[in-house]
């Protein structure tokens, strides 16, 4: 339909506006004026402005159930609810593919506009860095994923979304999360231009900073409701299972981390330049390696998306054109400007940063080497491997402890030199530490020499960054924050992994069971019919000693198309724990079989995400880095 | 020059990278099971089908013949698909065919028996699915190729075509 | 009364010792279900998965702990009969050595190169 030509003619109408913007920008550079000429920003902007057109007029398609368009039509059907007929639009391969072009688009328009004190050729270079990255999505997007196909004769009815995708935090995680994956494009046209201008330089760096933040803000919030999601929505109780697509994820947000970090010590002496570089475009390529693995079938995995050889090659293609380009970029013009700057100080801030990217890379190349290992495997000598949880576990489990008490102590160093004040108090804090760790373990668990380890770390960064944020005079707030959002982090997952518990029973309407000083009550079975899907729902009464009730009603859903069938977890959460409880049928039997699971913390796991985010965000309107 | 050798060091890493990926692209992602490794017939007790006793593995594969062990059940669709081939195959004297009724009602698999016909020499009951998981199987329909030294030999996932009989008929002959 | 008393209180034990037990043989259980992959689902372990072949697997597991398998023999059981695919935790042979200890020596030379650029002195 008209949708279908509009979305269509605006994309080619943006990829030749990508060519005329990369010769217009080069006659700029090349001019002698002093400014970046307005013809740039304008054109930026009208680029925008036909990509989000073409998104648009494919939400439009959705929307009206345009079956002539064969997205539309395989991802689609007449009944899903209007949100998640428009949530559909980016929850496939080519509708994904428009989010990268808008989130590419619009951050080179507002970084145009944003940097207006910043060099002029280091700002062209950067458009034109970006372009090439975007004239490469649109040839992907034209060329194999075209997602304004036309359908012909018209279907009366789509093959439907995945019933697993129609939910709200999975609605709105492809945005968000695009926003930091794809947002890291600009960070990597940005250093490029700013290597081959030699404006590697404090200013640049408290000017990239911002960018930076941005992106690893939505990066982390992006990461955290796809946990929420899984968590929520597959019925496992998990929320991390280390699986190709989450790994894809965490890898860019650990580079971006220690990206963030090296800043500081770029903006505050100009050193650790070309670890901010290597980082800026590593970050980048490891999203474009992330899109490479998950869309071209190389992977199996829980949601990887439809998968087609011919689209790997593509991106195969594109992702080491920009890995040799960026790395011939930086051989040939990186300049290192004060050899002696990167000799620090062993007790300082700078060092303290140091030793927290070398942790960091640790953990990324455990991530790294355990995605990618059972790929090299296959080829080299055809055998298959799995390489699953435990792997990570045991790989990364010994480093926290030691990674915890860096930070801890890292925070409290100045920069240049320093020395560690307040000696008593953090030895006090060490003491307590164990002491109060020692003892809440000691009925829990077998192994209680190494959780007494990490635990007592965790609870000590907890205790000094508490002392940092609630006891100081708010000296540096976002880091103080952010800091201790991070140490909140590591004690709710780490208390959750260790005190949550579970049992499996089978169990017909009218028992009881008894687990752990609570009654499992089935109550009663009720059966819904809603627009796409019937449900069997499950009432449950869970009773404890001391005569509270909770009510957990799991469905069993039926969806009509396609024909799926889904469990639904029902989770109660309170401040200190959730109840969650998962119902299956038994083939050919009157029992359900349910799965109830007792998990400590698990809110605060959510909410101490959010204050790593805001630390972040207070970041954001500071000048200059203070304390 | 330090930076050149890291420079083609890297450059080097990378082809090489870029190249596992070309290849990886072909690869199946899924587990497809190495299907031409001998294994050892696995020992086990199983009820039969028709006499409702429990034989052992050792009195089922007792002479130096070959054996098919075909996985099915009555409400498998492929399996009825492959059945007739079943049928063919069972008529060559080298071979005798042990069916592994697997996860299946005796009433309806009875059913199935007598609407397609029998080409099993013998019929076990797999209830719960775990004799399957002795021989190596996940799924429905599965069969194996035993060898005359007591050996699986060949495994094939899904329903039997013309091209693998074809494949059995080489190999036994 | 008295001896009634005792035979309770040691019945009771039994009784509690039992259910620990049972128990920590229900976790031991649960931590090797929880390591195979079951091979016909998008990415779950035989614990979480309701599958058909996850319900026998989990049967098999089963008798085998009862027969006295260790975990390590469960694995190998499994494995001999799928391939290395089906243990989510790879172990630890001539295939895999690198992607064990990669890793490691990349930690090992960062902390070289670091240490190496770091001032001790004043």
């Keep these: 339909m008209l949708a279908n030509q509009i979305g269509y003619y605006s994309l080619i109408a943006g990829l030749l506006f990508s060519v005329y913007l990369c010769v217009v920008s080069i006659k700029d550079f090349n001019n002698t004026n002093r400014n970046v000429s307005p013809n740039l920003i304008t054109l930026s902007f009208l680029q925008l402005t036909f990509v989000v057109i073409s998104f648009l007029s494919l939400i439009l398609s959705f929307i009206n159930s345009d079956f002539s368009n064969e997205t539309v039509f395989n991802n689609s059907h007449t009944t899903k609810p209007l949100f998640y007929k428009i949530s559909g639009t ?153 699986d190709p697509v989450e790994n894809v994820s965490l890898m860019p947000w650990l580079t971006l981390t220690a990206l963030l970090h090296c800043i500081l010590v770029l903006e505050r002496r100009g050193a650790l330049t070309s670890w901010v570089v290597i980082l800026s475009i590593t970050t980048f390529t490891l999203s474009m390696c992330g899109t490479f693995l998950v869309r071209s079938g190389i992977l199996n995995s829980v949601h990887t998306f439809a998968n087609d050889p011919a689209r790997g090659i593509f991106i195969l293609i594109f992702l080491f054109t920009l890995i040799f380009l960026s790395l011939g970029v930086f051989f040939l013009f990186y300049k290192d400007n004060n050899k002696d700057s990167n000799n620090f100080f062993w007790l300082s801030k700078e060092s303290s940063i140091l030793v927290n990217n070398w942790f960091m890379m640790y953990f990324l190349s455990v991530v790294l080497i355990g995605t990618v290992y059972p790929i090299f495997l296959d080829v080299i000598s055809a055998e298959k491997i799995s390489v699953g949880p435990p792997f990570y576990q045991k790989l990364i489990a010994p480093f926290l402890a030691p990674f915890l008490l860096f930070m801890a102590f890292g925070l409290k160093l100045k920069w240049i030199k320093s020395k560690i004040e307040n000696k008593n108090s953090l030895i006090i804090f060490l ?27 965790a609870f000590f ?103 799926i069938i889904t469990s639904e977890a029902d989770i109660k959460t309170t401040l200190l724990e959730d109840k969650f409880l998962v119902m299956n049928i038994v083939k050919g039997n009157e029992y359900f079989n349910i799965r109830y699971q007792v998990k400590p913390f698990m809110l605060w796991i959510w909410i101490s995400v959010l204050i790593l985010c805001l630390g972040g965000l207070l970041s954001i309107p500071k000048k200059k880095y203070e304390k | 020059m330090k930076s050149k050798l890291i420079l083609i060091i890297i450059f080097i890493f990378l082809i090489f990278c870029f190249l596992i990926f070309y290849k990886g692209l072909d690869k199946p992602n899924t587990y497809t099971p ?25 009195n089922i594969f007792t002479e130096e013949n070959y054996y098919i062990v075909n996985v099915w059940a009555s409400w498998c669709v492929p399996c009825r698909k492959e059945h007739p081939l079943l049928m063919k195959l069972s008529k060559n004297k080298t071979i005798k065919l042990i069916g592994l009724n697997y996860r299946d009602n005796l009433k309806n698999a ?64 | ?35 195979i992959r079951c091979l016909i689902c998008q990415g779950q372990s035989v614990y979480d998965s309701e599958s058909d072949f996850a319900s026998s697997i989990k049967l098999i597991v089963n008798k085998k702990i009862n027969e006295g398998m260790s975990e390590d023999q469960v694995y190998k059981f499994l494995i001999e009969k799928y391939g290395d695919w089906i243990i989510y935790e790879p172990t630890l042979n001539k295939n895999t050595y690198v992607l064990w200890l990669l890793p490691l020596l990349l930690f090992l030379l960062g902390g070289a190169i670091m240490i190496k650029n770091l001032k001790f002195k004043k």
């Design chain 1, 461 to 563: 960064l907890f205790f000094s960054t508490s002392k940092e944020l609630f006891l100081k005079k708010f000296n540096n707030i976002s880091q103080a924050v952010a800091h201790f959002g991070f140490s909140l982090l590591i004690l709710s997952i780490l208390f959750n992994g260790i005190l949550s518990s579970e049992i499996t029973t089978n169990i017909k309407v009218g028992e009881k069971y008894n687990y752990n000083n609570e009654e499992i009550f089935f109550e009663k079975i009720e059966e819904k019919n809603e627009s796409n899907f019937n449900s069997i729902i499950g009432h449950f009464k869970i009773t404890n000693d001391k005569g509270k009730v909770v009510e957990l009603n799991p469905e069993i859903r039926v969806y009509n198309q396609p024909i």
């Design chain 2, 34 to 58: 190495k299907n031409n490794i001998e294994k050892n017939l696995p020992i086990f007790k199983a009820k039969d089908f028709y006499s409702n006793t429990y034989i052992n593995s050792k």
């Design chain 3, 1 to 35: 009364m008295k001896t009634f008393r005792i035979f309770l209180i040691i019945f009771l034990f039994f009784g509690f010792t039992q259910s620990q037990s049972e128990e920590k043989n229900n976790d031991f259980k649960n931590k090797i279900l929880k390591n």
């Design chain 1, 431 to 457: 003491i307590i530490s164990v002491i109060l760790t020692f003892f809440i373990l000691k009925n829990i668990t077998t192994d209680l020499f190494f959780y007494t380890i990490l635990i007592s770390a």
């Design chain 1, 90 to 242: 980016w929850g496939n391969h080519e509708g994904s593919l428009m989010l990268w072009l808008l989130v590419l688009t619009l951050f080179i328009f507002l970084f145009l506009i944003k940097s207006r004190e910043q060099p002029k050729k280091y700002r062209i270079l950067t458009l034109l860095f970006q372009q090439l990255i975007i004239i490469g999505f649109f040839l992907f997007v034209l060329m194999t994923s075209n997602p304004f196909n036309y359908l012909f004769p018209i279907p009366l009815e789509g093959l439907g979304l995945n019933p697993i995708l129609q939910d709200p935090a999975l609605a709105i995680h492809p945005p968000l999360l695009y926003l930091g994956y794809v947002g890291s494009s600009i960070i990597f046209s940005a250093s490029l231009a700013a290597v081959a201008q030699n404006y590697i330089s404090k200013e640049w760096g408290q000017h990239i900073k911002k960018w930076v933040l941005i992106s690893w803000i939505f990066l982390t919030i992006g990461i955290m409701l796809g946990s929420i999601w899984a968590y929520y929505e597959l019925g496992w109780g998990g929320f991390w299972f280390w």
């Design chain 2, 110 to 173: 009875n059913k199935f028996i007598n609407e397609l016909g029998n080409p099993y020499t013998q019929i076990l009951i797999d209830k719960d699915g775990t004799l399957a998981v002795e021989f190596g199987a996940y799924g429905v329909p599965e069969t194996f190729l035993i060898d005359r030294n007591k050996k699986i030999i060949r495994k094939f996932v899904g329903p039997i075509n013309k091209s693998i009989i074809e494949e059995i008929k080489t190999i036994i002959k």
